[in-house]
């Protein structure tokens, strides 16, 4: 019992490295999407609060360790993907430099969430692992809407929005389920289906889509006053 109570840390310093060798394998542009590190660190993520919430053993020190932790895997790494994409795309020197406001934008995102008691059955702004997922998984998009994305003022605007979404007040759906119920989660069970389904008929190009159809359905939500 002594050593499983550490459990829920040991998933969130898997996180850390799986965001570690993300950063490593992004800047010796190894042949490897950064979005399965990426995916890696969000599945750890996820493990490491529901361990902590079924041992009962959470702590301020696991808390802080998760926000160490994400800001590697969910704000560092995402960043340095922009600033290889914009280097890729853009003659000018400093642009590239612009994806850092991702980093920034995620440092402030996960601070606030860590002092922001009402974020319990939402979010308040788009949540760091949804934002680096649609960042990584940009590369996965191919033919005339790869070439589209990949254009320098695409991506800078990309990297605007989104660091905005981060920072914002905006209701994002979370998917903390207390029960099953439809009533309760009709929202939830809506978008999940629904990117299943594009996952099935598309692949791997359909996971910035299904980031995108994520905040739109946030934001139905917010409109129509549905509840989770």
Known sequence: MKLIKHLPNALTCCNLLCGCLGVVFCLENKNIPIAYFVWAAGIFDFFD???????????????ELDSMADMVSFG?????????MLEASSANLYLPFIGFLIAVCSALRLAIFNVDETQRDSF?????PANTIFITSLSFLSGSIGIFVQQDWV??????VFSFLLVSRINILAFKFKDLSWQRNKLRFTFLVFAVLLLVFLGKPAVPLIILFYIAFSLAGNVLKLEG
């Open 49 to 63: 609060g529901f361990a902590a919430r079924w041992l009962k053993v959470t702590s301020p020190i696991g808390k």
């Open 76 to 84: 560092m790494l995402p960043s340095l993907v922009m600033y290889k």
């Open 124 to 128: 308040k702004g788009l949540n760091t």
């Open 155 to 160: 991506l800078v605007l990309i990297t605007v």
